[in-house]
Structure formats: C-alpha cells, structure tokens
Nanobody, 112 residues
C-alpha cells in the first residue's frame, strides 16, 4: 500500500523560505518519478514540480521556476521541495503524489 506523508509547511513572510518533505513507503521509491502539487482555496489542484526516478531531471511550473527546487534522498525514501522567495500566491496546501496516491498535504501560508 502506497503511503505518502508531507511535512514542513507553516507560516512564512513574503520573501522567506520553507522546505517541504514527503516520506514515502509501500513501493520502490528509487525508481519512481515523484510529483508535488498544490491547491489554494477555491482553486483546482495544480502541478508544481516533479523529479525523475534517477533524480537527474526535474521539471517546474512556470509560476515557481527559479524559486523552487525539488530533490530526493532515496536512502530516506523522501522527496523535498525547497521553496525560496515565497509569495502570497504560493499560499496553498501542498501535496506529494506518486501513481494515483496522495498524501494528506501540508499547509503553506505566505503572509506578512
């Protein structure tokens, strides 16, 4: 059974940084492409970033490119999302995704 658990969210001022983590179990983590999504209140869930199973390639939504960085630690079965220069528009619940499974999400609020 695939399990995903996100952590690291919180309240941060504009321009600040946060690092989210998603710890996974129930599948072969080292070969799985992993995804981050987010959903703001009243909006649809949107893709944020992804990282290949090898970790050698990653992709980002235009809205976060240059500010966010995704990485993985296969020894810890964990994928990270480093978020820098955060903006109020980044406020959302952030979710980890693999195959058709989702974690419970972690809330990120960017506000002064």
């Amino acid at each position: 059974q695939v399990r995903l658990r996100e952590s690291g969210g919180g309240l941060v001022q504009p321009g600040g940084s946060l690092t989210l983590a998603c710890t996974a179990s129930g599948f072969t983590f080292s070969s799985a492409e992993m995804y981050w999504y987010r959903q703001a209140p009243g909006s649809e869930r949107e893709w944020v970033a992804s990282i290949s199973g090898s970790g050698r390639s990653s992709s980002y939504a235009d809205s976060v490119s240059g500010r966010f960085s995704v990485s993985r630690d296969d020894a810890q079965n964990t994928v990270y999302l480093q978020m820098n220069n955060l903006k109020p528009d980044d406020t959302a619940m952030y979710f980890c995704n693999v195959f058709r499974s989702w974690g419970q999400g972690t809330q990120v609020t960017v506000s002064s």
